[in-house]
């Protein structure tokens, strides 16, 4: 038997809680099950959507959701809630526990079995499919805005938590590195402050792999409506942060929300950084020549 019918099998009085209420693994389609005689018609294709292909739900967005059963993204989330979990995101991790092998939570492609070398081909393997999947989906037109509204700026903010920070970081760097009047702004509340004072003269630029991460929805959200140009990195397909993002760049990182800090994602990000930085670049070449000259001789007296 799968183990997502020997859930549906399991009362919710058989399956275990933790002290605080919040939902646990073996309980979530048992919850759906028992809870079904009281959902409307809009949570019953939910309930029947998550229930019929519980393995799909893993790889999916809650827009991605809300478009397969004709519902509000708020709709799926409150669904959600109603299960005990804190959201659709929690719901997707709690589901993903319970249905793929413990293996996969490394890495999708490896097997228990398998040797180094097997490990070293397949993971280079899934990077470079990666790498060229992203080139594959990337929106020329949309680099091309992107350029243009960072070098319409006065100023560029950079967006992200968690394992994109470091890309926030990386995009810092790099824009200073060229003459830009760059900041990373990584820590949260901050991220609020900032983006709040924005203004028409300021684009942002948010890196976030499922785009759903509060932190930088928020910021993004806050950033459009005080009047900046923001621009995003974010996996392929819908996610909530587009409502709030006039430019998209899509990565194609074939990862499951579960394992969010995969190298897959955070490659294609560092790529599109990569070459948004040598069109910006190249769009000001004497200039910006002259400052990676300067920074250059500046570095150099880090170095023995």
Known sequence: MQPEKKALAKTVSDTPSSPSGEITVSAILARIEQLYPTY???SRRIADFIRERPREVVH??????????????????????SLGATGFQQLKIVLAQEIVQPVQLIHEDLQPEDSAATVVAKIFSSNVQTLRDTESTLDVHALEQAVAAIRAAKRVEIYGVGSAASIADDAHYRMLRIGLDARSVTDPHIQVISASRCDPSVAT??????GSTHETVTATRLAKEAGARTICITNFGRSPIQAFTD???????????????AM??????LAIVDVLIACLALADYERSVDVL????DVLSLKRY
């Open 40 to 42: 409307g018609a809009a």
């Open 264 to 269: 897959t994602s955070r490659l294609a990000q």
């Open 247 to 261: 430019i998209v760049l899509t990565t194609m990182a074939r990862e499951t929300r579960f394992r969010t800090e």
């Open 205 to 210: 630029l948010t890196i976030s792999h499922s």
């Open 60 to 81: 999916m967005s809650v827009s991605d959701v809300a478009d397969r059963v004709g519902a509000a993204e708020g709709t799926v989330v409150g669904f959600c809630k």
């Open 293 to 296: 000259r300067q920074t250059f």
